[in-house]
């Protein structure tokens, strides 16, 4: 049974930084493309970034290109999210999921995580 399980969320001041962690359990995390996804309060949910299967190839959106970075541990079975200068807009409820293609022209997930709260707050 896939799962997947985000941590590291918090309360942050604008330009500091947190770490995410998506664990996941049930698949062998090697062969799956991993999206990041948040969704702020009466907003439609977001793609932030994914990672290839392989770790090779990551996208990010606009609002996050520089500052985010997707990484993946296939030997720990753990994908992060490093969230660096944070902004008040990126408060959000932050998901990882399972994707099939990690693409700049977009991506779905399809096995969602529970989500970790990230508040951006001076």
């Known amino acids: 049974q896939v799962q997947l399980v985000e941590s590291g969320g918090g309360l942050v001041k604008p330009g500091g930084s947190l770490r995410l962690s998506c664990a996941a359990s049930?698949?062998?995390?090697?062969?799956?493309?991993i999206g990041w996804f948040r969704q702020a309060p009466g907003k439609e949910r977001e793609g932030v970034g994914c990672?290839?299967?392989?770790?090779?190839?990551?996208y990010y959106a606009d609002s996050v290109k520089g500052r985010f970075t997707v990484s993946k541990d296939n030997t720990k079975t753990k994908v992060y999210l490093q969230m660096n200068i944070l902004k008040l807009e990126d408060t959000a409820v932050y998901y990882c999921?399972?994707?099939?293609?990690?693409?700049?022209?977009?991506?779905?997930?399809?096995?969602w995580g529970q989500g970790t709260q990230v508040t951006v707050s001076l």
């Open positions: 049930g698949f062998t995390l090697e062969y799956y493309a």
């Open positions: 990672i290839s299967s392989s770790g090779g190839s990551t």
């Open positions: 999921a399972t994707i099939t293609h990690c693409s700049a022209y977009g991506y779905k997930g399809n096995s």
